[in-house]
Protein backbone atom coordinates (compact mmCIF):
# COMPACT_ATOMS: atom_id res chain seq x y z
CA UNK A 1 0.00 0.00 0.00
CA UNK A 2 1.35 3.52 -0.98
CA UNK A 3 1.99 5.20 2.27
CA UNK A 4 0.02 8.86 0.89
CA UNK A 5 -2.79 6.34 0.75
CA UNK A 6 -2.40 4.56 4.02
CA UNK A 7 -2.57 8.17 5.32
CA UNK A 8 -5.89 9.10 4.28
CA UNK A 9 -7.28 6.19 5.54
CA UNK A 10 -5.48 6.24 8.93
CA UNK A 11 -6.65 10.44 8.56
CA UNK A 12 -10.43 9.04 7.75
CA UNK A 13 -10.55 6.25 10.18
CA UNK A 14 -9.73 9.17 12.84
CA UNK A 15 -12.54 10.81 11.58
CA UNK A 16 -14.83 7.99 11.89
CA UNK A 17 -13.79 7.23 15.46
CA UNK A 18 -11.74 4.07 14.68
CA UNK A 19 -8.25 3.27 15.62
CA UNK A 20 -5.81 2.59 13.31
CA UNK A 21 -5.78 -1.29 13.86
CA UNK A 22 -9.66 -1.51 13.11
CA UNK A 23 -8.96 -0.17 9.29
CA UNK A 24 -8.15 -3.90 8.63
CA UNK A 25 -10.41 -6.45 8.36
CA UNK A 26 -9.68 -10.13 10.63
CA UNK A 27 -8.85 -13.09 8.04
CA UNK A 28 -11.19 -15.07 10.53
CA UNK A 29 -12.60 -15.03 14.13
CA UNK A 30 -12.62 -17.85 16.30
CA UNK A 31 -14.80 -17.99 19.37
CA UNK A 32 -13.13 -20.73 22.45
CA UNK A 33 -13.01 -21.09 26.52
CA UNK A 34 -9.28 -20.28 26.76
CA UNK A 35 -6.38 -19.19 25.23
CA UNK A 36 -2.88 -20.01 25.98
CA UNK A 37 -0.02 -17.27 24.82
CA UNK A 38 3.26 -19.08 24.67
CA UNK A 39 4.46 -22.88 23.62
CA UNK A 40 7.29 -22.83 26.28
CA UNK A 41 6.97 -25.43 28.50
CA UNK A 42 4.42 -23.89 30.71
CA UNK A 43 2.33 -23.12 28.37
CA UNK A 44 1.93 -26.47 26.49
CA UNK A 45 0.87 -28.07 29.80
CA UNK A 46 -1.71 -24.71 30.87
CA UNK A 47 -2.98 -25.97 27.21
CA UNK A 48 -3.08 -29.63 27.53
CA UNK A 49 -4.64 -29.25 30.92
CA UNK A 50 -7.59 -26.94 29.83
CA UNK A 51 -8.29 -28.72 26.96
CA UNK A 52 -8.08 -32.60 28.82
CA UNK A 53 -10.99 -30.48 31.19
CA UNK A 54 -13.28 -29.89 28.45
CA UNK A 55 -12.63 -26.47 27.74
CA UNK A 56 -11.92 -24.95 24.10
CA UNK A 57 -8.52 -24.11 23.87
CA UNK A 58 -6.14 -22.25 21.40
CA UNK A 59 -2.27 -22.15 22.01
CA UNK A 60 -0.30 -19.36 20.36
CA UNK A 61 2.84 -19.21 19.80
CA UNK A 62 5.18 -16.86 17.50
CA UNK A 63 7.64 -19.39 17.19
CA UNK A 64 7.55 -22.36 14.60
CA UNK A 65 7.41 -25.45 17.73
CA UNK A 66 6.57 -26.18 21.37
CA UNK A 67 8.79 -25.95 24.15
CA UNK A 68 10.23 -22.46 24.04
CA UNK A 69 13.83 -22.36 26.08
CA UNK A 70 13.67 -25.70 26.15
CA UNK A 71 13.32 -26.99 22.55
CA UNK A 72 14.37 -23.90 20.73
CA UNK A 73 16.54 -22.63 22.74
CA UNK A 74 18.48 -25.78 23.48
CA UNK A 75 17.95 -26.44 26.72
CA UNK A 76 16.78 -29.83 26.99
CA UNK A 77 17.55 -30.98 29.88
CA UNK A 78 14.58 -30.72 32.32
CA UNK A 79 14.83 -30.89 36.42
CA UNK A 80 14.06 -31.44 39.32
CA UNK A 81 10.76 -33.46 39.09
CA UNK A 82 11.91 -35.22 42.32
CA UNK A 83 13.28 -33.40 45.73
CA UNK A 84 14.28 -35.33 49.07
CA UNK A 85 13.81 -38.95 47.50
CA UNK A 86 10.19 -38.27 46.81
CA UNK A 87 8.44 -37.32 43.33
CA UNK A 88 6.98 -33.22 43.40
CA UNK A 89 6.50 -32.78 40.20
CA UNK A 90 4.27 -35.39 37.51
CA UNK A 91 0.89 -34.58 35.60
CA UNK A 92 1.07 -33.15 32.49
CA UNK A 93 4.66 -32.17 32.44
CA UNK A 94 6.37 -35.65 33.68
CA UNK A 95 4.07 -37.69 30.82
CA UNK A 96 5.56 -35.10 28.51
CA UNK A 97 9.09 -35.99 29.66
CA UNK A 98 8.61 -39.56 29.72
CA UNK A 99 7.08 -39.68 26.28
CA UNK A 100 10.09 -37.42 24.94
CA UNK A 101 12.46 -40.56 26.66
CA UNK A 102 10.40 -43.31 25.13
CA UNK A 103 10.70 -41.68 21.63
CA UNK A 104 14.29 -40.11 21.66
CA UNK A 105 16.12 -41.95 24.48
CA UNK A 106 17.25 -40.47 27.66
CA UNK A 107 17.76 -42.10 31.68
CA UNK A 108 15.94 -41.17 34.53
CA UNK A 109 18.06 -40.19 37.63
CA UNK A 110 17.61 -42.47 40.33
CA UNK A 111 14.83 -41.39 42.41
CA UNK A 112 16.59 -41.95 45.40
CA UNK A 113 19.09 -39.57 45.05
CA UNK A 114 19.74 -37.08 47.41
CA UNK A 115 20.44 -33.93 45.62
CA UNK A 116 22.91 -31.60 48.26
CA UNK A 117 24.38 -29.50 45.99
CA UNK A 118 24.39 -31.41 43.05
CA UNK A 119 20.81 -30.85 42.04
CA UNK A 120 21.93 -30.92 38.36
CA UNK A 121 22.03 -34.75 39.00
CA UNK A 122 18.37 -34.71 38.46
CA UNK A 123 18.33 -33.02 35.25
CA UNK A 124 17.51 -35.48 32.54
CA UNK A 125 18.77 -34.83 29.32
CA UNK A 126 16.26 -35.20 26.63
CA UNK A 127 16.41 -35.47 22.82
CA UNK A 128 15.67 -31.98 21.98
CA UNK A 129 13.72 -33.32 18.59
CA UNK A 130 11.62 -36.22 20.70
CA UNK A 131 10.60 -33.17 23.38
CA UNK A 132 9.03 -30.93 20.73
CA UNK A 133 6.99 -33.44 18.78
CA UNK A 134 5.65 -35.05 21.72
CA UNK A 135 5.66 -31.77 23.48
CA UNK A 136 3.11 -31.36 20.10
CA UNK A 137 1.23 -34.58 20.25
CA UNK A 138 0.25 -34.16 23.31
CA UNK A 139 -1.65 -30.99 22.43
CA UNK A 140 -3.22 -32.52 19.37
CA UNK A 141 -4.25 -35.50 21.25
CA UNK A 142 -6.07 -33.20 24.02
CA UNK A 143 -7.82 -31.34 21.11
CA UNK A 144 -5.93 -27.89 21.51
CA UNK A 145 -5.54 -25.69 18.31
CA UNK A 146 -2.13 -25.11 17.50
CA UNK A 147 -1.40 -21.29 16.11
CA UNK A 148 2.60 -21.10 15.57
CA UNK A 149 3.88 -17.56 13.74
CA UNK A 150 1.18 -15.71 15.61
CA UNK A 151 1.20 -13.58 18.12
CA UNK A 152 -1.43 -11.05 20.08
CA UNK A 153 -1.07 -7.41 18.80
CA UNK A 154 -4.42 -6.23 20.90
CA UNK A 155 -6.00 -7.41 23.97
CA UNK A 156 -9.11 -6.16 25.23
CA UNK A 157 -11.88 -6.85 27.96
CA UNK A 158 -15.49 -7.61 27.12
CA UNK A 159 -17.70 -5.69 29.28
CA UNK A 160 -20.13 -8.26 30.77
CA UNK A 161 -23.39 -8.71 29.39
CA UNK A 162 -22.32 -6.54 26.09
CA UNK A 163 -23.72 -7.12 22.96
CA UNK A 164 -20.65 -8.60 22.06
CA UNK A 165 -20.58 -10.92 24.89
CA UNK A 166 -23.80 -12.03 23.95
CA UNK A 167 -22.60 -12.65 20.37
CA UNK A 168 -19.56 -14.58 21.90
CA UNK A 169 -20.87 -17.01 24.36
CA UNK A 170 -19.79 -15.47 27.11
CA UNK A 171 -16.45 -13.69 26.00
CA UNK A 172 -14.68 -11.87 28.72
CA UNK A 173 -11.71 -10.93 26.24
CA UNK A 174 -11.32 -10.46 22.42
CA UNK A 175 -8.05 -11.03 21.16
CA UNK A 176 -6.40 -9.54 17.49
CA UNK A 177 -3.32 -11.28 16.85
CA UNK A 178 -1.01 -11.06 13.52
CA UNK A 179 -0.26 -14.03 12.36
CA UNK A 180 2.35 -14.18 9.38
CA UNK A 181 1.26 -10.59 9.04
CA UNK A 182 -2.41 -10.97 8.96
CA UNK A 183 -4.62 -9.65 11.42
CA UNK A 184 -7.21 -13.11 13.01
CA UNK A 185 -9.38 -11.99 15.86
CA UNK A 186 -10.32 -14.72 18.71
CA UNK A 187 -13.14 -14.11 21.56
CA UNK A 188 -12.51 -16.07 24.58
CA UNK A 189 -13.36 -16.28 28.17
CA UNK A 190 -10.19 -16.72 30.30
CA UNK A 191 -6.28 -15.72 29.01
CA UNK A 192 -3.44 -17.75 30.40
CA UNK A 193 0.18 -16.13 29.61
CA UNK A 194 2.80 -18.37 29.24
CA UNK A 195 5.53 -16.44 27.02
CA UNK A 196 7.97 -16.30 30.02
CA UNK A 197 8.49 -12.25 29.40
CA UNK A 198 4.48 -11.28 30.27
CA UNK A 199 4.03 -9.69 26.95
CA UNK A 200 0.33 -11.05 27.17
CA UNK A 201 -0.40 -9.58 30.87
CA UNK A 202 1.28 -6.05 29.61
CA UNK A 203 -1.11 -6.16 26.59
CA UNK A 204 -3.98 -6.89 28.80
CA UNK A 205 -3.36 -4.11 31.01
CA UNK A 206 -1.28 -5.53 34.04
CA UNK A 207 1.82 -4.26 35.37
CA UNK A 208 5.15 -5.98 34.81
CA UNK A 209 7.94 -6.09 37.46
CA UNK A 210 11.40 -5.51 35.83
CA UNK A 211 15.15 -5.56 37.43
CA UNK A 212 17.55 -2.64 36.19
CA UNK A 213 20.18 -5.24 35.29
CA UNK A 214 19.17 -8.93 34.20
CA UNK A 215 20.62 -12.20 34.37
CA UNK A 216 22.60 -12.56 31.00
CA UNK A 217 20.94 -15.26 28.21
CA UNK A 218 23.10 -18.29 26.98
CA UNK A 219 23.51 -19.55 23.51
CA UNK A 220 24.10 -23.08 23.20
CA UNK A 221 26.51 -24.58 20.28
CA UNK A 222 29.04 -26.74 20.00
CA UNK A 223 32.56 -25.88 18.43
CA UNK A 224 34.28 -28.61 17.08
CA UNK A 225 37.87 -27.31 18.30
CA UNK A 226 40.34 -30.06 17.35
CA UNK A 227 42.29 -28.95 20.06
CA UNK A 228 43.16 -31.79 23.13
CA UNK A 229 42.46 -29.76 26.21
CA UNK A 230 45.28 -32.02 28.07
CA UNK A 231 47.89 -30.95 25.93
CA UNK A 232 47.64 -27.47 25.04
CA UNK A 233 49.70 -24.81 26.86
CA UNK A 234 46.83 -23.42 28.59
CA UNK A 235 48.97 -20.46 30.08
CA UNK A 236 49.05 -19.35 26.45
CA UNK A 237 45.51 -19.68 25.54
CA UNK A 238 45.10 -17.46 28.49
CA UNK A 239 47.10 -14.83 27.53
CA UNK A 240 45.49 -14.88 24.17
CA UNK A 241 42.67 -14.82 25.17
CA UNK A 242 43.06 -12.22 27.94
CA UNK A 243 44.67 -9.62 24.48
CA UNK A 244 41.74 -10.81 22.08
CA UNK A 245 39.29 -9.08 24.76
CA UNK A 246 41.54 -6.04 25.99
CA UNK A 247 41.90 -5.61 22.28
CA UNK A 248 37.80 -5.84 21.75
CA UNK A 249 38.07 -8.82 19.71
CA UNK A 250 36.35 -10.69 22.37
CA UNK A 251 34.11 -10.65 25.02
CA UNK A 252 35.02 -11.54 28.37
CA UNK A 253 31.61 -13.40 28.78
CA UNK A 254 32.13 -14.95 24.85
CA UNK A 255 33.20 -18.54 27.28
CA UNK A 256 30.66 -18.06 29.81
CA UNK A 257 32.58 -20.12 31.98
CA UNK A 258 36.17 -18.60 31.11
CA UNK A 259 38.24 -19.52 28.68
CA UNK A 260 39.70 -22.91 30.46
CA UNK A 261 36.47 -24.35 30.45
CA UNK A 262 36.05 -23.48 27.12
CA UNK A 263 38.58 -25.62 25.60
CA UNK A 264 37.45 -28.37 27.56
CA UNK A 265 33.82 -27.75 26.43
CA UNK A 266 33.45 -25.41 23.57
CA UNK A 267 29.08 -24.90 23.99
CA UNK A 268 27.90 -21.67 25.39
CA UNK A 269 28.34 -17.97 24.95
CA UNK A 270 26.85 -15.68 28.01
CA UNK A 271 24.79 -12.68 26.20
CA UNK A 272 24.66 -9.81 28.18
CA UNK A 273 21.02 -8.29 28.88
CA UNK A 274 18.92 -11.20 26.69
CA UNK A 275 15.70 -10.14 26.42
CA UNK A 276 13.00 -12.31 24.50
CA UNK A 277 10.06 -9.38 25.26
CA UNK A 278 9.24 -8.18 21.80
CA UNK A 279 10.85 -9.03 17.97
CA UNK A 280 13.55 -6.33 18.28
CA UNK A 281 14.95 -7.64 21.74
CA UNK A 282 14.54 -11.08 20.82
CA UNK A 283 16.57 -10.11 17.53
CA UNK A 284 19.28 -8.24 19.32
CA UNK A 285 19.57 -11.13 21.93
CA UNK A 286 19.97 -13.72 19.39
CA UNK A 287 22.10 -11.96 16.74
CA UNK A 288 24.64 -11.14 20.16
CA UNK A 289 24.61 -14.81 20.57
CA UNK A 290 25.33 -15.73 16.88
CA UNK A 291 28.20 -13.26 17.12
CA UNK A 292 29.81 -14.56 20.39
CA UNK A 293 29.63 -18.20 18.53
CA UNK A 294 31.75 -16.38 15.59
CA UNK A 295 34.07 -14.51 17.46
CA UNK A 296 35.20 -17.73 19.51
CA UNK A 297 34.69 -20.14 16.69
CA UNK A 298 37.70 -17.40 14.99
CA UNK A 299 39.02 -16.91 18.52
CA UNK A 300 40.02 -21.06 18.53
CA UNK A 301 41.66 -20.99 15.00
CA UNK A 302 44.00 -18.65 15.98
CA UNK A 303 45.06 -20.97 18.95
CA UNK A 304 47.90 -24.33 18.23
CA UNK A 305 45.69 -27.06 16.86
CA UNK A 306 42.54 -25.38 16.38
CA UNK A 307 43.17 -23.88 12.72
CA UNK A 308 40.41 -25.92 11.31
CA UNK A 309 37.64 -25.59 13.79
CA UNK A 310 34.39 -25.72 12.57
CA UNK A 311 30.80 -25.35 14.09
CA UNK A 312 29.12 -28.59 14.70
CA UNK A 313 25.53 -27.71 16.16
CA UNK A 314 24.11 -24.76 17.44
CA UNK A 315 20.47 -23.76 18.99
CA UNK A 316 18.35 -21.68 16.84
CA UNK A 317 17.53 -19.49 19.75
CA UNK A 318 19.38 -17.40 22.36
CA UNK A 319 18.57 -18.97 25.50
CA UNK A 320 17.08 -15.83 27.71
CA UNK A 321 16.88 -16.49 31.80
CA UNK A 322 15.38 -13.11 33.09
CA UNK A 323 13.53 -10.64 31.30
CA UNK A 324 9.61 -9.48 32.85
CA UNK A 325 7.53 -10.85 35.71
CA UNK A 326 4.18 -10.32 36.08
CA UNK A 327 3.28 -8.30 38.95
CA UNK A 328 0.29 -10.88 40.71
CA UNK A 329 -1.78 -11.03 43.93
CA UNK A 330 1.12 -11.86 45.34
CA UNK A 331 4.77 -11.87 45.11
CA UNK A 332 6.83 -15.36 45.86
CA UNK A 333 9.57 -13.58 47.84
CA UNK A 334 13.11 -15.34 48.56
CA UNK A 335 12.18 -16.09 51.98
CA UNK A 336 9.04 -17.81 50.95
CA UNK A 337 11.08 -19.95 48.86
CA UNK A 338 13.53 -21.08 50.97
CA UNK A 339 11.22 -21.26 53.56
CA UNK A 340 9.28 -23.77 51.60
CA UNK A 341 6.25 -21.84 52.83
CA UNK A 342 2.70 -23.53 51.88
CA UNK A 343 -0.28 -21.27 51.56
CA UNK A 344 -3.62 -22.69 51.12
CA UNK A 345 -4.16 -21.97 47.67
CA UNK A 346 -0.82 -23.08 46.55
CA UNK A 347 -0.88 -25.58 43.53
CA UNK A 348 2.12 -26.55 43.03
CA UNK A 349 5.53 -27.36 44.03
CA UNK A 350 9.29 -26.20 42.61
CA UNK A 351 12.61 -27.00 43.58
CA UNK A 352 16.29 -25.77 42.25
CA UNK A 353 18.61 -23.76 44.30
CA UNK A 354 18.02 -19.58 44.16
CA UNK A 355 20.79 -19.55 40.89
CA UNK A 356 21.75 -16.06 39.75
CA UNK A 357 23.99 -16.05 36.84
CA UNK A 358 25.62 -12.52 36.83
CA UNK A 359 28.70 -11.26 34.27
CA UNK A 360 32.07 -11.70 35.65
CA UNK A 361 31.03 -13.68 38.70
CA UNK A 362 30.33 -17.24 39.33
CA UNK A 363 26.74 -18.24 39.51
CA UNK A 364 25.24 -17.08 43.11
CA UNK A 365 23.61 -19.93 44.22
CA UNK A 366 22.33 -20.87 47.54
CA UNK A 367 20.75 -24.13 48.32
CA UNK A 368 17.65 -25.06 50.02
CA UNK A 369 17.55 -26.76 53.44
CA UNK A 370 17.12 -30.68 53.88
CA UNK A 371 13.61 -30.99 53.68
CA UNK A 372 12.13 -28.16 52.04
CA UNK A 373 9.96 -27.63 49.10
CA UNK A 374 9.05 -24.17 48.09
CA UNK A 375 5.53 -24.35 46.65
CA UNK A 376 3.51 -22.05 44.11
CA UNK A 377 -0.25 -20.41 45.02
CA UNK A 378 -2.65 -19.69 42.94
CA UNK A 379 -2.30 -16.10 44.21
CA UNK A 380 1.08 -15.41 42.26
CA UNK A 381 -0.38 -16.57 39.22
CA UNK A 382 -2.80 -13.74 38.83
CA UNK A 383 -2.67 -10.68 37.80
CA UNK A 384 -3.07 -7.54 39.95
CA UNK A 385 -6.21 -5.81 38.35
CA UNK A 386 -6.79 -7.85 35.56
CA UNK A 387 -9.35 -10.30 35.95
CA UNK A 388 -9.76 -13.18 33.52
CA UNK A 389 -6.18 -13.83 33.07
CA UNK A 390 -3.72 -15.96 34.66
CA UNK A 391 0.07 -16.32 33.79
CA UNK A 392 2.56 -19.68 34.46
CA UNK A 393 5.83 -20.15 34.30
CA UNK A 394 9.25 -18.08 34.13
CA UNK A 395 7.43 -15.03 34.42
CA UNK A 396 4.80 -15.92 37.32
CA UNK A 397 4.47 -13.37 40.48
CA UNK A 398 7.73 -13.84 42.01
CA UNK A 399 10.62 -11.65 43.68
CA UNK A 400 13.88 -11.84 41.15
CA UNK A 401 15.45 -14.33 43.77
CA UNK A 402 12.60 -16.66 44.05
CA UNK A 403 12.31 -16.20 40.43
CA UNK A 404 15.88 -17.17 39.93
CA UNK A 405 14.92 -21.03 41.36
CA UNK A 406 11.26 -20.77 39.92
CA UNK A 407 12.56 -20.88 36.05
CA UNK A 408 13.19 -23.94 36.00
CA UNK A 409 11.09 -26.53 32.88
CA UNK A 410 9.47 -29.48 35.47
CA UNK A 411 8.62 -26.22 38.04
CA UNK A 412 6.99 -24.07 34.68
CA UNK A 413 5.27 -26.97 33.48
CA UNK A 414 3.41 -27.73 37.33
CA UNK A 415 2.37 -23.84 37.09
CA UNK A 416 1.53 -24.31 33.58
CA UNK A 417 -0.90 -27.16 34.46
CA UNK A 418 -1.96 -25.16 37.82
CA UNK A 419 -3.19 -22.25 35.48
CA UNK A 420 -5.13 -24.45 33.14
CA UNK A 421 -6.94 -26.19 35.77
CA UNK A 422 -7.60 -22.59 37.29
CA UNK A 423 -8.84 -21.84 34.23
CA UNK A 424 -10.74 -24.70 33.61
CA UNK A 425 -12.68 -24.18 37.20
CA UNK A 426 -13.30 -20.26 37.01
CA UNK A 427 -15.12 -20.78 33.87
CA UNK A 428 -16.91 -24.35 34.94
CA UNK A 429 -17.90 -21.86 38.62
CA UNK A 430 -18.81 -18.86 36.45
CA UNK A 431 -16.37 -16.72 38.39
CA UNK A 432 -12.99 -15.34 37.53
CA UNK A 433 -9.81 -17.00 38.92
CA UNK A 434 -9.41 -14.68 41.75
CA UNK A 435 -12.51 -16.21 43.05
CA UNK A 436 -12.47 -19.71 41.83
CA UNK A 437 -12.84 -22.31 44.59
CA UNK A 438 -9.64 -23.69 45.07
CA UNK A 439 -10.28 -26.64 46.37
CA UNK A 440 -12.07 -27.74 43.11
CA UNK A 441 -9.06 -26.34 41.38
CA UNK A 442 -6.85 -28.94 43.78
CA UNK A 443 -9.23 -31.63 42.44
CA UNK A 444 -8.80 -31.25 38.75
CA UNK A 445 -5.09 -30.95 39.06
CA UNK A 446 -5.05 -34.64 41.53
CA UNK A 447 -7.62 -36.01 38.88
CA UNK A 448 -4.97 -35.43 36.13
CA UNK A 449 -1.99 -37.00 37.37
CA UNK A 450 -0.82 -33.46 39.17
CA UNK A 451 1.03 -33.63 42.44
CA UNK A 452 -0.19 -31.06 44.82
CA UNK A 453 1.03 -29.81 48.01
C1 LIG B 1 20.79 -21.08 29.14
C2 LIG B 1 19.69 -21.63 30.02
C3 LIG B 1 19.94 -22.79 30.75
C4 LIG B 1 18.93 -23.32 31.53
N1 LIG B 1 19.14 -24.51 32.18
C5 LIG B 1 18.09 -25.18 32.70
C6 LIG B 1 18.23 -26.51 33.20
O1 LIG B 1 19.31 -27.06 33.20
N2 LIG B 1 17.12 -27.16 33.65
C7 LIG B 1 15.90 -26.56 33.68
O2 LIG B 1 14.93 -27.19 34.06
N3 LIG B 1 15.75 -25.28 33.28
C8 LIG B 1 16.80 -24.58 32.77
N4 LIG B 1 16.65 -23.30 32.31
C9 LIG B 1 15.40 -22.58 32.53
C10 LIG B 1 14.27 -23.04 31.65
O3 LIG B 1 14.72 -23.62 30.45
C11 LIG B 1 13.31 -21.90 31.29
O4 LIG B 1 13.19 -20.96 32.33
C12 LIG B 1 11.92 -22.49 31.00
O5 LIG B 1 12.04 -23.37 29.91
C13 LIG B 1 10.92 -21.39 30.76
O6 LIG B 1 9.70 -21.95 30.32
P1 LIG B 1 8.46 -21.03 29.99
O7 LIG B 1 7.43 -21.92 29.38
O8 LIG B 1 8.07 -20.22 31.17
O9 LIG B 1 8.99 -19.95 28.93
P2 LIG B 1 9.71 -20.11 27.54
O10 LIG B 1 10.42 -21.38 27.41
O11 LIG B 1 10.47 -18.84 27.37
O12 LIG B 1 8.49 -20.16 26.52
C14 LIG B 1 7.77 -19.03 26.16
C15 LIG B 1 7.21 -19.25 24.76
O13 LIG B 1 6.40 -18.13 24.45
C16 LIG B 1 6.68 -17.69 23.15
N5 LIG B 1 6.38 -16.26 23.11
C17 LIG B 1 7.03 -15.27 23.77
N6 LIG B 1 6.45 -14.10 23.50
C18 LIG B 1 5.40 -14.36 22.67
C19 LIG B 1 4.42 -13.56 22.04
N7 LIG B 1 4.39 -12.24 22.22
N8 LIG B 1 3.51 -14.16 21.24
C20 LIG B 1 3.53 -15.50 21.04
N9 LIG B 1 4.44 -16.32 21.63
C21 LIG B 1 5.35 -15.75 22.42
C22 LIG B 1 8.14 -18.01 22.95
O14 LIG B 1 8.45 -18.13 21.57
C23 LIG B 1 8.29 -19.32 23.70
O15 LIG B 1 8.05 -20.43 22.88
C24 LIG B 1 17.66 -22.69 31.57
C25 LIG B 1 17.43 -21.51 30.86
C26 LIG B 1 18.44 -20.97 30.09
C27 LIG B 1 18.17 -19.71 29.31
Redesign the pocket.
Known amino acids: MKRPFLAVLLVLGALAGLRADDTFTPIDTADCDVVV???????VCAAVQAARAGMETIL????FQ?????T??G?H????FHAWQKQIIAGIGWEWVLGAIDLGGGTLPDPMLVPGKQH?RH?IALNGAAYSAFGEELCLKAGVRLRYF???YKVEAVPEDSDLAGEHEGARWRMVSISQGEPREIFCRCLID????G??SYLAGARLDHEEATQP??L?YRINTGIDPDKIDMELVKKRFDEAVASGRLLKEDAQYGIEGFIRQPV?SYVAAAD??TGQTRTDTDIRGRQAMLRMLRFVRTLPGGENATIAEMSAET???ESYRVHCLYTITADDYTAGKVWDDSLAYGF?PIDLHRLGRWIDQRHLDEGVVPTIPLRALIPEGVDYLLV????LGSDRLANSGL????T?MAT?QAAGAAAAEAIRQKVSPAQVDVEKVKALLREHGAIVP
Not at 60 to 63: A, L, M, V
Not at 77 to 80: R, V, Y
Not at 407 to 410: E, I, N, S
Open positions: VGAGTAGIESGPGGNATGVFPGCWQESPCTGNRLGSLNSSGVRYAGRCRVQACG
